[in-house]
Structures are given as structure tokens and as C-alpha cells.
């Protein structure tokens, strides 16, 4: 079989006033840091100490004004919380709370890190609450992310199965109790992002980070990027394969908690130094705008991509190949148009098309 993924990209120029500005963001303009200035607080400043875990350190922006959104980090098996703790000035300099913890023995097992990450989000909202607190009254309780290395990546799994109110799962380089895996284990719908790495050898991506991603239901949005010859540990640090981890993770944060839907195209690149990237971003890109709405399908695709409108479209579209080349274009006319990809070879595509008319992007 001949099959061909198509991330869809859809970009429509507006002629009127637009609601939101996407012409400077890309992942060029992400930048280490951020644009904010970044401060700390302990458990020994009054934050409180949850019995779920062992130690925590907050990071949060200096002279924000408004409401943050947050994600909390747990370390993997034998570490210490400061593995994890380069995510916090990153993630604090654009705009985020962090908050590491320590886990109460370092050999606590996934679900036991699930309950960590638990806690430490009641502690965010007690945080929330504290007068004496930097962020007092600038927490937003309904955007909390969690995550964490290794056995943590696997708690952040368990922790969304536990509690669906959580925005976002970032796993870097997971571990999992193979044993334990079925659908039912990791059956949520919280969006997922792994990072793992090709040459991992303490979880090897064939019976851990992949087992992860297959496992999580299709219903999800996930994605996985496997770092070419990365180790266990190039999910820690932000500044892994130039950055663009960081720039990712941000990305993902942005589009599923602040839902900025201007970081949706950047989740569609194929990033720098991956040895694969894999997602299904696509079956969740239906656009609509008032009365007009989108489908297309099937994807992955072998012969025919169908698109389907309420409105009649008439657009040239162009289909790019993962380097950014025009490999396909033509014209859709109508309000269904089925394009002829089978000269395609297999792998993955953008598809871009423009009318004159509106810009949004929505999953």
C-alpha cells in the first residue's frame, strides 16, 4: 500500500478586519528565553506541602498581567526534582507557571507519580487562594498542564485518566509498565504531546514512548516526535535539536491551553533533527466560521482526498512535501472536490488552499 499522511493547513486570508494577527508567529520567532523575566517560590515561602510528594519549586513571570496557565512536572525514576527544573525559566520567560516536585521515594512507581501531580495541582489553586502568594489571584484553575520524565511521563498518562479537567499531557521520553497496558488503561482525552529518543535505551520507543502514543485512544489529539539518536534524556531540556523542543512543547501548550489557534500551523511542521513525527492533528482540523464548514478525508490517504464544503469553494491549492516543496497543485471547484494524490510516493504532506474570505483555524 501506497499510503500518504496529509497534515492539512489551512490558510485563508482575510479582507476585513481579523480577530487575531498570526503573521509573527512562527517557530524563527520563538525565542530562549522568553519575553518575560522569571522568579521563584518554595515550600519554605509558605507554598503548601502536599503529601503526594516531596519538595516543589513554582516559576512563574515577573510583571504579568493577568491570568496564567500552568503545568506541573515530575521526574522520572531515581531522579531528583531538578531534572526536570530547566522547564520551569523556559516555560516561566513565555508566560507560564511551572511548578517541579519531587516524588516522596525516588523509586515511586507511575501511578504513584499520577497522585503526585494530583496534589501539586490542588496546591496551584491553594496558591491561587494565598494572599501572600506572587501569584495570588493570577492562576487560572481551569488550565493546568502535567507532565513529567520517564515513569513522571508515564503518571502524567495515568493522571488524565484520573481527572479529565486537565488541559494537556506533555511526556518526555516515557517509561510503562508494559504489563498494565490496554486500551482501557490509557483511555482519556487529554490532549498528548511525547517527546522521545531514537536511540533510547532505558525505554526504547518500540515498548514504551510508541506504546504510549498507540495506546491513547485515536479520539485524542497526540502527537509523537522521536528525536534522531536521542538518548532518555532529551526531553528534559528545552534547548534539545536546536531548541525546537521547546519551541514544540510551547507551541502545544499555546494551541491546547490558551487555545491560540495561530500555533495550530506550527504543530503541523515536520521538526528539525526527527527521526519521526507522527500525529493525527488532522482529524481534528475541521474549520468553521459561521455557516461554512469543512471536512476532508480520508487520512492517511492511498489515491483520493476528499474535501467536502457547505459553500462552494473555488481555490488553487498546493501540496507541500515534508521539505516544504511544491509536489502537487491544481484548482477545487465546487463543493466537493476529490484530488488525485496516487503519483504520490508514501509519506507526509501539507495541503494548503486559500479563498478571499476569512482566516481561521480550529480544531
Known sequence: MNYKLL??????????????????????????????????????????DGPDYF??????????????????????????????????????????????????????????RANALLDAAITLQEEND????????????????????????????????????LKSIISLTPWIQQWLVSYDYLDH?????????????????????????????????????????????????????????????????????IEDNCYFPLLLEYPEQASSYINNLETFNIIDNQNSKFKIYPNPVEDYLNIISDNFIKSDYYIFNKFGQIVSNGKINGYTTSLDIAHLPSGIYLLKFQNETFKIIKK
Open 189 to 257: 482525552s487529554v490532549p498528548l504531546l511525547i517527546i522521545s529518543g531514537q536511540s533510547d535505551t532505558t525505554a526504547p520507543v518500540e515498548s514504551h514512548a510508541n506504546i504510549h502514543y498507540d495506546y491513547t485512544p485515536n479520539s485524542t489529539p497526540k502527537a509523537i516526535y522521536e528525536i534522531e539518536n536521542g538518548n532518555h534524556s532529551v526531553g528534559n531540556y528545552p534547548t534539545t535539536a536546536n531548541n525546537y523542543v521547546g519551541k514544540l512543547v510551547l507551541s502545544w501548550l499555546n494551541y491546547f491551553l
Open 55 to 112: 519538595g516543589a519549586t513554582l516559576y512563574y513571570p515577573v510583571d504579568y498581567e493577568g491570568y496564567l496557565p500552568s503545568l506541573i512536572l515530575v521526574p522520572g525514576f531515581v531522579s531528583p526534582e531538578s531534572t526536570v527544573s530547566e522547564w520551569g525559566p523556559y516555560l516561566a520567560s513565555h508566560g507560564y507557571i511551572v511548578m517541579t516536585i519531587g516524588t516522596n521515594t525516588l523509586t515511586d512507581l507511575p501511578q504513584d
Open 130 to 165: 494565598r494572599e501572600d502568594s506572587p501569584v495570588f489571584q493570577q492562576v487560572d484553575i481551569s488550565k493546568i498542564a502535567v507532565g513529567g520524565h520517564s515513569m513522571g511521563g508515564g503518571g502524567a498518562q495515568i493522571a488524565a485518566t484520573l481527572n479529565s479537567s
Open 7 to 48: 497534515l492539512i493547513l489551512f490558510n485563508f486570508f482575510v479582507i476585513n478586519i481579523s480577530s487575531q494577527n498570526c503573521d509573527d508567529i512562527s517557530m524563527d520567532n520563538i525565542y530562549n528565553p522568553g519575553p518575560y523575566n522569571y522568579a521563584t517560590i518554595l515550600e519554605s515561602d509558605g507554598m503548601r
